[in-house]
Each structure stands twice: as C-alpha cells, then as structure tokens.
C-alpha cells in the first residue's frame, strides 16, 4: 500500500497561482494512478485531475480546462498539480488520492491541504 501527504495549499488572489504537491512512501509509486479531487464547504467532493502510470492525463473539463495541469516525477515520488489563473470558486479542500486502477473511487487517501483563493 502506499502513504500519501499534501502539501503546497494556502490562500492566494484571484488570478494567481498555486502548486499543489502530493508526496507517496510505501510503494513503488510509479504502478499508482494518482488523482486529485476537492471538496468546497457545503459541497461534494469532486474530481478534478488524474495521471496514469505512463504519465496520460484527464481533467474535469468544465471546472479547471486550460488552467490546471498534472504532472508526476516518479523518482521524487511525487505528483504535482499546478493551479494557474485560481479562482474563488476554486477554494476546496485538495486531496490526492492513489490506487493500482483507475477508478472513481481511488483506495488510497492524502489527509488533504487547504487552498483558498480571495477575490
């Protein structure tokens, strides 16, 4: 199994930029698919990216099209998601999240990192 920990959140203007990190020990992270997701107060949880083994991506289009990108370095054992041009509606809580599959329902969970984003 794999352990993972986030970090990089914080509160940012509309329009800047943050970069989320998501640090895997454990396993040999590089069979995960790792996915990002958020859930804002009084909503659920979301999907918004993942990555593949060999490095493909999918994002939730409507939410964060052209402006987020996921990217993973295997050696550091870390996937990254950068945040570019945030916006309040973009203030969640971040979680990452790993499983041998890919799948809606990932096995493995981060604690979560706060982002959010002023207006």
């Known amino acids: 199994q794999v352990q993972l920990v986030e970090s990089g959140g914080g509160l940012v203007q509309a329009g800047g930029s943050l970069r989320l990190s998501c640090a895997a020990s454990?396993?040999?992270?590089?069979?995960?698919?790792v996915a990002w997701f958020r859930q804002a107060p009084g909503k659920e949880r979301e999907f918004v990216a993942r990555?593949?083994?060999?490095?493909?991506?999918?994002y939730d289009v409507d939410s964060v099209k052209g402006r987020f990108t996921i990217f993973r370095d295997n050696a550091k054992n870390t996937v990254y998601l950068q945040m570019n041009s945030l916006k309040p509606e973009d203030t969640a809580v971040y979680y990452c999240?790993?499983?041998?599959?890919?799948?809606?329902?990932?096995?493995?969970w981060g604690q979560g990192t706060q982002v959010t984003v002023s207006s």
């Open positions: 999240a790993a499983d041998e599959r890919i799948t809606i329902s990932p096995k493995y």
């Open positions: 454990g396993d040999t992270f590089g069979r995960y698919v």
């Open positions: 990555i593949t083994w060999s490095g493909g991506t999918t």
